[in-house]
Every structure is written in C-alpha cells, then in structure tokens.
C-alpha cells in the first residue's frame, strides 16, 4: 500500500534553515502532483507549496514565497522543501501529501486544497523560536 513519510523536522532558531524531505513508497509519483501542508495547534492544516507532476507549475502561499523551495525527484519518489529564514509562525506540523494523476478533469488550482490530495504523510515537526 501506498505509504507516505516525511522527515527533516526539527527545532531551529529563527532565521535559521532547515529541509524536510518525502519519501512515498508503494506508488509511482511520477505522474502526481506533490504538495506540502501545515498544521500548527489549534489551527486548520494550511496550504504551503505544490508542484505539479512534470514541475512546470509551483505555487507557494505568500507567506512563503521566497523563502521555500519545493523539489521533487521522480526517479526516487521523493519530494523536498527547503526552508530558509525560518520564522517562529513557520512553527507547525508539516505534511506531505500526493495528488493522483493524471487526471485532465483536475486543474492545477487544486493542489492548493487538502481535499484534492490522494494520500498523506503522518507529519513532520518544524519548531522556530525566536
């Protein structure tokens, strides 16, 4: 079955850097969209950044834009994100999750929603402190 873990999290001080990465076994992502999420306590799982499947569409919150980098390599199932100038309200729970495809009836706009998302990751902890 399609499994789905992210990894990377950890406590950093703002303005500090750090990558989470995700690996999905037992489907290939090749022709899915990837997308990242963000839980803090209390608070509904928020949109970050997806990539479509051939890389050619991005999106990022603005909150984020210019400080995230997503990344994702087909030939090992993976997807990264790339953290810089952390600041404390990044402080959240970081999921991964996978969009299926292809699949010409879904625009792209939907990797900006969980509920298009196929498959998720348990999460990652991302702690900033100030």
């Known amino acids: 079955q399609v499994q789905v873990v992210e990894s990377g999290g950890g406590l950093v001080q703002a303005g500090d850097s750090l990558t989470l990465s995700c690996a999905v076994s037992?489907?290939?992502?090749?022709?899915?969209?990837l997308g990242w999420f963000r839980q803090a306590p209390g608070k509904e799982r928020d949109f970050v950044t997806a990539?479509?499947?051939?890389?050619?569409?991005?999106y990022y919150r603005d909150s984020v834009e210019g400080r995230f980098t997503v990344s994702r390599d087909n030939a090992k199932n993976t997807v990264h994100l790339q953290m810089n100038s952390l600041k404390p309200e990044d402080t959240a729970v970081y999921y991964c999750?996978?969009?299926?495809?292809?699949?010409?009836?879904?625009?792209?706009?939907?990797?900006?929603?969980?509920?298009?998302?196929?498959?998720w990751g348990r999460g990652t902890q991302v702690t900033v402190s100030s």
């Open positions: 999750a996978v969009q299926r495809g292809p699949n010409s009836r879904i625009t792209p706009m939907t990797m900006k929603f969980r509920t298009y998302y196929d498959y």
């Open positions: 037992g489907r290939n992502v090749s022709s899915d969209a």
């Open positions: 990539m479509s499947a051939s890389g050619s569409i991005i």
